[in-house]
């Protein structure tokens, strides 16, 4: 028995000296039983403070007396563990020694330990804790549940179904199968207290498994969202008054906005009256008198038999009345009053080569406007931008087109000049660009917009667009929520569909751009345009609807940009032709396009003959427009 027990035996003298040990002992302290019989129990205790009280124990007892004591014990390789210690004294013969039962309780204190460290953490919670059975029976609630719920004793929810507490009838099956089958189940529900009152909480019960992953218990934690619900309702009401204010708000806004196209209509009417009356009074009183003088001059002058002086004065006079004339039809051309849009931007590009050298190329695709007041606004804003390229942009050649789309006019005016950063119009701090910043909110007034394009070193683009009619909008665009257009697909009216024509899809971003694209090919006798799109995606999904022979792409869109969806399209069709398009050329831009299959890349700041040779190059065809060889 002595040697079989399961606990450690120790028989050594009442001064603790060991004189016998069994093999459990050996066991559980790491030492041979040779190292043992020279060591005493104390050295096997790493805290000797109560050596002398077990002393004075074992010399007080009387044989047969047993005394039991938790404490540690260290082993020969320095551990500790807890053990159980039962001592006593036993006489052999005439001698008395003392027996020391030690049973090792470290696994038992350790469960206790966790049991322990478990019901704290339970009871310290500041959520709700509830444990059922599988059937959903209440096995054990927190103090916060007790707290929350109005309960005094344990007696009174505990052995009763949770549903008792939760008001889930409804959705009870649900969230048991979601509890057994998947393990686990979130949701806000409305819960009953010992009074009957209700209140809101958020839940979140989870399956409990063993070992083996069998299920052995339900879990829930709980928290009380009352005060959520109040601020959810709170915004909510929030949200409805502040919806009623923005409607309101947006009324006042569109009726302003109404009144500041009106005042802007009537600007431009009065600023054009009023031109009209200086022209009028140069006309009509200082060009009379000059050239009345001029004849009396040249009476008297003829009279004098050519007087060197009259010469001088005839000479200036003629100077004075072709100065007057020149200045009454800029300030008021007849031609545009007489003729209409189209007339009067072909005198205006004449008078801007003579008065600057300034070379411009005009494509007109609307010959007039039947607004005056939106006549007059365009043709002072071609008159103000091609001013602004003489002083600014260092070239002596622009480009004019003049379009429409929709219910708008475009005007679009480019050059190959300096370019700058347009951000200089957004500027808190204006140290130029004042005139291009009144123009573009003069245009947003009427519900137009004008868009600039340019970047230092790039040439400039602008593109302005107005309404038709003034009569037509009345909120301006900035007020309106912007829908893009929908891909539109463009048939040729005036002759069938050539086999050998070059059919184009033009994807950009910018709706006045793709529009000024089409109106750069329109006329060219072997192009069609097929289709354009204002995204990567749109591009693609008509690439395989329209089988264009040639996708003129921009690098920059949204949803997909230009060189995903030419790799796309390269993917799945590869015989469809792409020329890349962008406002900057770096090369890197340039390379990328190329490695996704474009077959070439153009910059939007080149000309537009460049985009014209582009075309005719990547789809094989040998002449361009106006006849030039590939």
Known sequence: ????????????????????????????????????????????????????????????????????????????????????????????????????????????????????????????????????????????????????????????????????????????????????????????????????????????????????????????????????????????????????????????????????????????????????????????????????????????????????VLVNIDRLLEDAIATSRRLSQQLSPPVLHQFGLAAALEWLVLEKDKQFGLKIHLEKEVQDVEDSSLKVFIFRAVQELLFNIVKHSGVKSANVLLSAFDHNVVLTISDQGCGFNPEILNSSVKKSGLGLASLRERARAIGGNLVIDSAPGHGCRFTLTVPRSLSEINVPQSYKRKNEPRPQVFVNQTAAMNSEDIRVLFADDHQVLRQGLIGLVTGQPDIQVVGEASNGEEALELTRQLNPSLVVMDISMPKMDGIEATRRIKAEMPEVQVIGLSMFDGENIARKMREAGAAAFVSKSESSTELLKAIYKVTGKGSCAGGSSN
């Open 1 to 308: 028995m002595f040697n079989q027990s399961v606990s450690g035996i120790y028989i050594h003298d009442v001064e603790g000296r060991i004189l016998d040990v069994n093999q459990t002992a050996v066991r559980q302290s790491g030492y041979s039983k040779e190292e043992l019989l020279e060591l005493t129990v104390f050295d096997l205790h790493p805290d000797q403070s109560d050596k002398d009280e077990i002393l004075r124990i074992w010399h007080l007892s009387e044989p047969g007396q047993r005394h039991t004591i938790e404490r540690k014990h260290r082993r020969k390789d320095g551990t500790i563990f807890t053990v159980l210690i039962s001592t006593g004294v036993v006489r052999y013969g005439n001698r008395d020694h003392i027996l020391t039962i030690v049973q090792d309780i470290t696994d038992q204190r350790e469960v206790e330990e966790n049991l322990l460290i478990k019901e704290y953490i339970l009871s310290s919670s500041s959520s709700v804790i509830a444990i059922s059975d599988l059937t959903g029976m209440m096995t054990y609630a927190n103090p916060v549940f007790e707290k929350l719920w109005g309960f005094d004793d344990p007696e009174e929810y505990l052995g009763k179904p949770f549903r008792d507490f939760w008001l889930v009838d409804d959705i009870y099956e649900n969230i048991m199968e979601a509890l057994l089958v998947e393990g686990a189940w979130i949701g806000d529900l409305k819960a009953r207290r010992k009074d009957g009152t209700l209140f809101d909480v958020q839940v979140s019960a989870a399956t409990v498994y063993d070992a083996n992953g069998n299920p052995i218990a339900l879990t829930s934690t709980s928290i009380d969202i009352a005060k959520r619900k109040r601020a959810e309702a709170e915004i909510l009401r929030l949200n409805q008054t502040l919806e009623q204010q923005v409607a309101e708000r947006t009324e006042i806004a569109e009726a302003r906005a109404r009144q500041l196209q009106t005042l802007a209509v009537e600007m431009v009417e009065a600023e054009e009256r009023e031109r009209q009356r200086i022209a009028q009074i140069l006309h009509d009183d200082l060009q009379q008198i000059l050239v009345s003088a001029r004849f009396q001059t040249q009476s008297v002058s003829q009279k004098a038999n050519l007087n060197p």
